[in-house]
């Protein structure tokens, strides 16, 4: 009887094992299929003179000129919204975990409203900032873009903080109340310094998003051809000059941006290579 349950485990085990496989296979199918898709139409169309000017006239038309009004608008817009909401998600996902350790309760109600906020789509965050900066009398500006799509990354950048602090382990966190820290001095000098890798990983996710979107920013950065100077000027991004090139009927607009996409995924690819290998000499250099 044993035997047969033991063998019940591990065909269980072995079943469940191929799934994964298989589902990891998948993802990097999808993954390798749209990579190739891009580079292979992307490459071809791809110069120095489309990363190193802006668009010049006519050039959605089939024009000369490039997208760098579009890729200093993306780093602008994407690293100042991850900064923003960097502000605001660590001391929030600190709270929730050192600051209210024992009431669960209000820890799982916190945690499905931003479960809430993550699921909606980008699209609703950009018009609701949108008809706010109507009312207000606001235009379209590189700050009003940022804050809103800082806004939008938040709840992703504060939920994966939380699930890598809620790791830590209790004892931990008894241990340094029992030596007489303080709640803050907990958060800062012992949960951060745990969980800086994680913490970085949320980081880059969340970049990632604000470096892609194109929803939020569509009604709120606007479109220029050139490269803001403040940040009440209106912005020009990556995801939305690929969107307006793609809409064009002329083929060499089109080709244009795959160029452009291929650009973007250069970018967050060379931000998270380099980010994870400034992670590992963290790691080496760290003394737990």
């Known amino acids: 009887m044993w035997g047969i349950k033991l063998i019940g485990k591990k065909t269980e085990e072995l079943i469940f094992k191929q799934l994964m496989r298989l589902a990891n296979a998948i993802i990097l199918f999808v993954i390798g299929l749209i990579v190739f898709t891009i580079m292979r139409k992307g490459l071809p169309a791809l110069s120095w003179e489309i990363i190193s000017q802006v668009p010049k006239g006519g050039y959605y038309f089939g024009g000369e000129g490039g997208v760098l009004n579009a890729i200093v608008g993306s780093i602008y817009l994407a690293f100042g919204a991850t900064f923003l909401a960097f502000v ?3 001391p929030s996902a600190l709270f929730i975990n050192v600051h209210l350790q024992k009431h669960k309760k209000l820890q799982d109600i916190i ?3 931003i479960d809430v906020m993550w699921g909606i789509p980008s699209v609703v965050y950009g018009a609701f900032a949108f008809g706010i900066m109507i009312y207000m009398g606001i235009r379209a500006s590189l700050m009003a873009g940022i804050v809103t799509v800082a806004i939008f990354i938040m709840p992703i950048m504060i939920r994966g903080m939380d699930e890598v ?3 830590v382990p209790k ?3 008894e241990s340094g109340l029992s030596l007489g820290s303080t709640k803050y001095e907990l958060s800062y000098r012992i949960f951060f310094k745990q969980c800086i890798p994680g ?3 949320a980081i880059l996710l969340s970049f990632g998003r604000a470096f892609g979107d194109v929803a ?3 009604f709120t950065a606007g479109f220029t051809d050139n490269i803001p100077t403040s940040l009440t000027q209106p912005a020009a991004t990556l995801p939305l000059a690929i969107f307006f090139q793609l809409s064009s009927p ?3 607009v089109q080709n244009r941006a795959y160029a452009a996409a291929a650009i973007l995924t250069f970018i967050i690819l060379a931000i998270s290579v380099f980010g994870r290998m400034a992670l590992r000499k963290y790691k080496k250099n760290s003394i737990n």
Do not use: N
Request: hydrophobic share 65%.
């Open 250 to 252: 002329i083929p060499e």
């Open 165 to 167: 602090l809620k790791m």
């Open 88 to 90: 605001i998600s660590l």
């Open 111 to 113: 945690r499905l409203f």
């Open 171 to 173: 004892t931990l966190f």
């Open 216 to 218: 939020a920013v569509l």
């Open 199 to 201: 913490i970085a990983t």
